[in-house]
């Protein structure tokens, strides 16, 4: 449950995270609130109103959270230490999107023209990846970034849901690969889960799907017949084999799933 009863309009989840085993931070984009949810007990604990449209959050280290304002073009800090609270903010280059957080420096997607910055906290570009190794343009509208610890390091992936792929990046903005499914359709959430695996959401195709292998490996994990509609972001908690899934066209916002390992 994500309703409050200051809400004037029906929420519309776009991001979620896990500040703690059975707390999740979620992004009501239609209420212009991060809410603060406890899962046990089915409630928003805290919530926080903010100044237009936000899209996506990250968590930082410090009790803190990274929260994209669209159309603001602006990037709010958020305090998540005691009740939720505004700290600074930056202005970026541009209508930003997705974020995710490596180390201590934030990675952020844009639409028009799409793209993806490395920076820092200050807003500092580090880094700007626009292009393939052949020079052609490398994404069409990226929308979701999540970062993952592998064997070799951090990895940065992007969802793209105008390409329909997931591009795999090194922290440095370095392409390692792109993953294409002949079954995606408009895809945005995606989660790393370890061991090199990640989760995706495939909105118009109604699935969750599994990404393994340098791609290679590509399943579904839920799908209709699971009550999977139109999935837009989720989050994954490996202390309690818990997934998250936002789905905000079910008259649900969000499912919670219990995973367990296979052969």
């Not at 592998?150 to 390409?163: F, H, L, N, W």
């Not at 959430?189 to 599994?210: A, F, R």
Request: contains cysteine.
């Amino acid at each position: 449950n994500t309703s409050t009863p200051s809400d004037k309009l029906c929420s519309f989840i776009t991001g979620l995270t896990l500040l703690h085993p059975g707390t999740l931070l979620v992004v009501d984009c239609n209420q212009r609130t991060l809410k603060e949810i406890d899962v046990a007990t089915n409630t928003v604990t805290s919530q926080l109103s903010l100044t237009s449209r936000p899209l996506d959050i990250t968590l930082l280290p410090g009790d803190q959270a990274a929260v994209t304002l669209l159309d603001e073009k602006r990037i709010q800090f958020i305090s998540t230490k005691g009740r939720l609270s505004c700290l600074g903010s930056i202005s970026v280059s541009g209508q930003c999107y997705g974020i995710g957080s490596v180390g201590y420096n934030l990675v952020v997607s844009y639409k028009h023209p799409g793209k993806v910055e490395i920076m820092e906290y200050t807003g500092r570009v580090i880094n700007t990846i626009t292009t393939d190794n052949s020079g052609h343009n490398l994404f069409s509208y990226p929308r979701y970034i999540t970062v993952g610890r592998e064997k070799s390091g951090e990895m940065i992936y992007v969802s793209d849901c105008g390409t329909k792929t997931i591009t795999k990046l090194s922290v440095k903005g370095e392409i390692l690969g792109t993953y294409k499914h002949t079954n995606w359709s408009d895809i945005n959430g995606l989660t790393c889960v370890g061991e090199g695996q990640v989760l995706v959401c495939n909105s118009d195709g109604d699935t969750v799907d599994v990404v393994s292998d340098d791609g290679q490996d590509i399943v579904t994990l839920l799908d209709s017949t699971h009550g999977i509609v139109r999935p837009r972001a989720l989050c994954y908690c490996p202390a309690q084999a818990t997934l998250y899934v936002n789905l905000n066209d079910s008259g649900k916002p969000i499912w919670v799933f219990k995973l367990s390992k296979t052969s």
